[in-house]
């Protein structure tokens, strides 16, 4: 379950050192976490500064894989069973996600 679940994520470090906090945040808006509420973009930078435990701001595979809770391993799981696969088409920019996930969500991201 992490393991896949950690390659999913690592699909959105797009300049290959490690998963910085707006890549970080991509990657769940892909899964569908961050519907623009306040209350999930703090969970995100909390989940975020639990895993990155060397404190550089770029989380590696072995930092999720030790640090992401049960609860979003779960999910992504759930996802990733269900048949997503990352697009690097449609997830190399917030406004090619916008495409996808709508406006609202998108705007997120950038």
């Not at 808006?29 to 969970?43: E, G, L, P």
């Not at 997503?84 to 406004?95: E, K, L, N, Q």
């Amino acid at each position: 379950m992490k393991e896949a679940a950690t390659k999913a994520l690592m699909c959105f470090d797009t300049d290959g050192n490690g998963l910085d906090q707006t890549e970080f945040t991509e990657a769940l808006q892909a899964f569908r976490f961050n519907r623009d509420s306040k209350k999930m973009r703090d969970t995100i930078s909390n989940i975020f500064a639990k895993c990155d435990v060397d404190g550089n701001g770029r989380l590696t595979a072995k930092e999720l894989t030790a640090g992401l809770p049960t609860s979003v391993l779960s999910r992504i799981t759930k996802k990733l069973e269900a048949g997503w696969a990352f697009d690097p088409a449609v997830w190399a920019t917030p406004s090619k996600a916008a495409t996808v996930m709508g406006n609202s969500e998108a705007e997120a991201l950038s």
